[in-house]
């Protein structure tokens, strides 16, 4: 408990602070100026700022210029690969100290227990995490998750969380689906927020006018300004496969600027360790030509007033002393961080005596939430009989999480359709892992014969591998396992060897797996430095590249075409999803 008597007696200048933080230029978030002076810092909070305060502490920054702590308004943890800790020594050091993450990735596959795992990994560290509760698990009953969530289960955590996260089940929003309500009301005084891609006119008012506030789902500038004209907060995505950030950029002015934040969603590795994520995304926001004060409001301010976290975003007295440290205005790169008061990270890594701890070794990660794949594979899992060789294909698109339908006639070979390479038109298959559709006697990590559990087929275009299979369990959002491939024979290699991972993903080229990346926890995260994990996906993505793999992350792309809440045609395990109509249709037309 902060001593409000000794943060006081600091804030007039009658005791020593713990820190202060002599010649700052201060980026002030309420005003937009920036203020020289000094920052005094006690008990992880900012007593005062101004000249002449004393310090057991005292660090010149020569004129530095100080930011608050970003804050990423939606971050998916587990997108990055990589457990908490991990997680947290690739973002800090880049000036990020606070985080609203959404588990609902581990929680389509271990439920409560997957929800929990995250709170009690993220407990200690020098990132700020508040974690909500995810709202839709499963996403929708079009395909078959690891577990479900009800409204029940989501009321009785209310007090482990900070609020409600994205609901995806917009139909059911505004429909009124009883079930969809209920867990609405659980959190009616927490921040709940939106998932609506595509949603305008009078959908749009019902679904605002549930409960939802906020969306990150925008594409287009008519799209976000409607939505913000309806009172949601706008958060802008910049991911590693949804990237939103400059076609929304133009929607930035001095009407709106007040209603929008930043956020992150989905980032792997390479993303997070070289180019950056929030602090990316405040650099391309001055680099357009927003105002350098203005575009870290964004990643600040706005977002802790979203959220209620009234504790931070700004750097003013009584606040947490989450600061970003950097030299140039007009391009910031962090060259120091401090958390509470603390310093954490310096010159891009993390601060001796702060480094976060490694993740823990997977005997002590929960039964619970250990990778299971518990899939039936034989020679004709990946069969497609021709019953007609017209079909329904999954058009992918480079950078978007939408999709295109198209139709296509496909070759046969033996009663079956065939991929068309020339064509780029591969085929798709979903496995149900979490042996709840037949699976049942084959355990975590085995693989049975006979094929009893649910896969759906289809034909996807985009990905351009004129050979060979790749396949994963990161599948938003029931994460079972996915399959791309030019002929049956790679697609089912690829298909054992991420099952014999206990989760993971791998690329097939031939008789040969060429490049794998186990995921234990979860099928979703590695026990690995983050390091090692980033070695390991960019050898991924060699690979595929050297088997004509087209799009600049296939994996990311892929695991996201089996994601049936974003527009407009999917694949699960149940089968084919035309999201507009929100029900299974047919492959042949």
């Not at 407990?123 to 995490?129: A, E, M, T």
């Not at 039964?367 to 020679?379: H, M, N, Q, W």
Request: proline share 5%; glycine share 12%; charged share 20%.
């Amino acid at each position: 408990m902060i001593e409000r008597s000794r943060l006081l007696s600091v804030a007039r200048g009658d005791t020593p602070a713990d820190l202060v933080l002599r010649h700052a230029r201060t980026l002030n978030v309420f005003t937009g100026e920036i203020e020289s002076g000094d920052i005094a810092i006690v008990d992880g909070l900012i007593a005062g700022i101004g000249d002449g305060y004393q310090g057991k502490e005292v660090v010149d920054l020569g004129g530095a210029y100080v930011a608050p702590g970003l804050i990423d308004a939606h971050v998916h943890i587990e997108s990055s690969l990589c457990t908490p800790p991990q997680f947290a020594t690739a973002v800090v050091p880049r000036g990020v100290t606070t985080v609203v993450t959404d588990p609902h990735e581990i929680a389509n596959v271990a439920g409560v227990a997957g929800v929990q795992y995250m709170i009690d990994a993220s407990r200690d560290l020098p990132l700020s995490v508040k974690v909500m509760a995810p709202s839709c698990v499963p996403a929708t009953p079009l395909g078959t998750a690891g577990a479900g969530l009800s409204a029940a289960d989501l009321g009785a955590m209310v007090d482990r969380v900070h609020g409600l996260a994205e609901v995806m089940n917009f139909p059911g929003v505004i429909f009124g689906d009883a079930e969809v309500l209920a867990k609405i009301d659980a959190y009616r005084d927490c921040p709940i927020d939106g998932h609506c891609p595509g949603v305008t006119g009078k959908a749009l008012n019902a679904y605002v006018a549930a409960g939802v506030g906020s969306d990150h789902e925008s594409i287009t500038l008519a799209e976000a300004k409607e939505k913000l004209s309806r009172g949601l907060y706008l958060l802008i995505r910049e991911a590693t496969n949804a990237r939103n950030l400059h076609a929304l950029l133009p929607l930035i002015t001095p009407h709106t600027n007040r209603r929008i934040c930043f956020c992150t969603d989905d980032r792997v590795p390479a993303d997070l360790l070289s180019t950056g994520g929030i602090d990316h995304m405040v650099r391309e926001a001055i680099a357009f030509g927003i105002e350098p004060v203005e575009a870290f409001r964004l990643a600040t301010l706005n977002t802790a007033e979203w959220f209620g976290l009234s504790d931070r975003g700004a750097i003013a007295p009584g606040r947490r002393a989450d600061l970003m440290i950097f030299d140039d205005l007009r391009a910031p790169m962090a060259k120091a961080v401090y958390a509470a008061g603390k310093l954490v990270a310096e010159l891009g890594s993390m601060a001796r005596g702060a480094v976060t701890a490694a993740a823990p070794p997977l005997n002590a990660v929960p039964e619970a939430v250990r990778g299971r794949v518990a899939i039936t594979l034989d020679d004709r899992t990946f069969r497609i009989a021709a019953e007609s060789v017209k079909v329904r294909v999954i058009g992918s698109i480079e950078g978007q999480l939408v999709t295109e339908p198209r139709v296509a006639t496909m070759p046969v070979r033996d009663g079956a359709l065939q991929s068309d390479v020339a064509a780029d038109i591969l085929k798709m298959g979903v496995l149900e892992r979490h042996g709840r559709t037949g699976n049942g006697g084959a355990g975590a990590g085995a693989i049975g014969i006979g094929g009893k559990g649910n896969v759906g087929l289809g034909f996807i275009s985009g990905f351009g591998l004129k050979r060979g299979a790749i396949a994963g369990t990161v599948a938003h959002d029931h994460h079972n396992l996915v399959v791309i491939g030019v002929d049956d024979a790679a697609m089912v290699l690829a298909a054992r060897r991420v099952a014999e991972l206990g989760g993971g993903l791998c690329v097939v080229d031939g008789d040969r797996v060429v490049a794998e990346l186990a995921l234990p926890v979860a099928g979703l995260m590695s026990d690995q430095p983050i390091e090692t994990v980033r070695a390991g996906y960019d050898g991924l993505l060699k690979a595929a590249a050297a088997l004509g793999a087209t799009a600049a992350d296939p994996f990311m792309a892929m695991s996201f075409m089996a994601l049936e809440v974003i527009p407009s045609l999917k694949l699960t395990d149940r089968g084919l999803v035309d999201v507009t109509k929100f029900e299974i249709v047919s492959l042949y037309v």
